[in-house]
């Protein structure tokens, strides 16, 4: 599963004359490498033991660097399984948009290079085993991406592609350090033994500090308030394909890090930053709505919903409770698909109007590019946590897991994180609501539309590429809304096994 983007991106190295010689050769071969993989990544979902969810399964484990310890160490179990999956997806999906909307700025070859070795270091992230393989993997996708925002992103994509390496290669030092804390402590850097041991041979101050540092590192990415400033400049101005990889997968490495590596490496750890954690949780799930209602650009929006429903995502984490940490994994895989579908379905909005402005846009889509439009509406209700779709579930199970968090934890203060959390989901049906009313409802009297009546057809019809795109993410996105068990089933038994059975 890694070594075929890894070898389709060392072939862009290739002469283009005569491998490859136009640029939609070059997007076909990108389509079929990402397809291939993911006909992979589904075979190991065949292939996966369904009743040991908990167990590490497909391991491959070899001597790296005996010297220090290091093993090229690689799995997979229930808590990594779904992002494995939805990762190779959205790439293969991303490809697919590309053979109709490739991003402006040529340089195909590059951008199928950048594309296929940031798949290798998402993949890489969900299956590594080891803490030096893991973080390797975890940097790797950081130079891809930079490259992506820096030559295919819109206005403002110098600055946004500074900013998000710098806070990333910031949070990075900090993890880095944690975790090489916690292996010359615990004299291994193995981390399905780490987990065995549930900090058992770690000082509480080390559990403490380690978690501190890791934490850090993995809040950059999710991104938690307030480090969460990079994300809303990257997303604006990376291209489509940029911004469904970046909210998709990217930001769920932060999160799974967490998940994987810091609660059971450091349990104590957890504990003692757990109410900080969620507050900072609760902050963002507000701030990242209230700045929603602020927003007058569509990808911008989509951007700051991010800082608001990842919050829900690292409040589930806080209580570390088996219901919490559900809702966390839960809310991880429901907001890739949600808001995957809503950067592709921002991208066709562009395509059409040449602006994702509010303002500039006016209303009336329904009227003008009807299919567009109520696909937009699906997928921004889906965001908002309507029942029956796959938004509702992470959150409302992140707000009952405050309502009865940890022993060790103060029930009263993550009580009120609950109440707040709940204002926050509220305000994100404002301002998805605002949204759409601005957006699909009323007059077609935008000066984008009237722009578009004179310079092309702003209601061209929806191409085979945008609906072979979209489709996975609806029906995905209505799977697990009406049957969570599919996530939950999985996810149960090894979150159980990561807490300590508790």
Request: charged share 10%; glycine share 12%.
């Amino acid at each position: 599963m890694l070594a075929i983007p890894l070898a389709g991106a060392l072939a862009m190295l290739l002469p283009a004359n005569w491998f490859l010689r136009t640029d939609f050769a070059v997007r076909a071969f990108g389509t079929a490498v990402s397809g291939a993989t993911l006909l992979v990544a589904i075979s190991a979902l065949t292939a996966f033991d369904f009743g040991a969810t908990s167990r590490m399964q497909l391991e491959v484990d070899r001597q790296w660097a005996s010297a220090i310890g290091l093993r090229f160490h690689l799995g997979v179990d229930g808590i990594s399984l779904p992002l494995v999956v939805l990762t190779a997806l959205l790439t293969f999906l991303c490809f697919l948009y590309t053979l109709r909307h490739p991003p402006e700025g040529g340089r195909i070859r590059l951008l199928t290079a950048m594309l296929l070795v940031l798949e290798v270091g998402m993949l890489g992230t969900f299956v590594a085993l080891d803490l030096v393989l893991f973080f390797v993997f975890f940097e790797t996708v950081l130079v891809p991406m930079y490259v992506v925002i820096m030559l295919w992103g819109g206005t403002g994509r110098r600055e946004a592609a500074y900013k998000f390496i710098l806070y990333t290669l910031l949070g990075s030092g900090f993890l880095l350090a944690g975790m090489l804390l916690v292996g010359a402590t615990a004299g291994t850097l193995d981390m399905t033994e780490l987990a065995a041991r549930h900090g058992a041979g770690l000082t509480r101050g080390v559990q403490i500090t380690a978690f501190a540092l890791m934490g850090i590192g993995f809040a950059v990415k999710a991104p938690m308030w307030p480090l969460h400033t990079w994300l809303p400049d990257a997303h604006t101005a990376a291209p489509t394909v940029g911004s469904v990889l970046l909210a998709g997968v990217l930001l769920k490495m932060g999160t799974y890090g967490l998940v994987r590596v810091a609660l059971p490496l450091a349990p104590e750890g957890a504990r003692f930053w757990a109410p900080w954690l969620g507050l900072l949780a609760v902050i963002g799930i507000v701030y990242g709505a209230l700045a929603c209602l602020a927003q007058r650009d569509l990808k911008r929006m989509i951007a700051f919903s991010s800082v608001g429903h990842m919050g829900f995502v690292l409040l589930g984490i806080a209580t570390l409770t088996p219901v919490g940490v559900n809702a966390a994994l839960f809310g991880n895989i429901a907001h890739g698909l949600i808001t995957g579908l809503l950067f592709f379905l921002a991208g066709s909005v562009k395509d059409r109007w040449g602006t994702t402005d509010m303002d500039a846009l006016g209303g009336g889509m329904l009227g003008t590019s009807p299919r567009l439009a109520s696909i937009l509406t699906f997928a921004s209700v889906a965001s908002l946590g309507l029942p029956g779709l796959a938004g509702f579930w992470g959150e409302m199970l992140a707000l009952l897991g405050a309502y009865r968090p940890h022993a060790d934890l103060p029930r009263e203060t993550f009580v009120t994180f609950m109440v707040v959390a709940a204002l926050g989901a509220l305000l994100t049906a404002a301002y998805f609501l605002r949204m759409l009313a601005k957006l699909t409802h009323g007059p077609a009297d935008g000066a984008a539309v009237r722009r578009g009546r004179e310079t092309r057809v702003p209601a061209a019809a929806v191409s085979l590429q945008e609906y072979a795109a979209w489709t996975p993410l609806i029906a995905l996105t209505l799977l697990v809304g009406l049957w969570p068990k599919t996530l939950l089933d999985v996810t149960t038994g090894p979150v159980r096994a990561l807490l300590g059975g508790g």
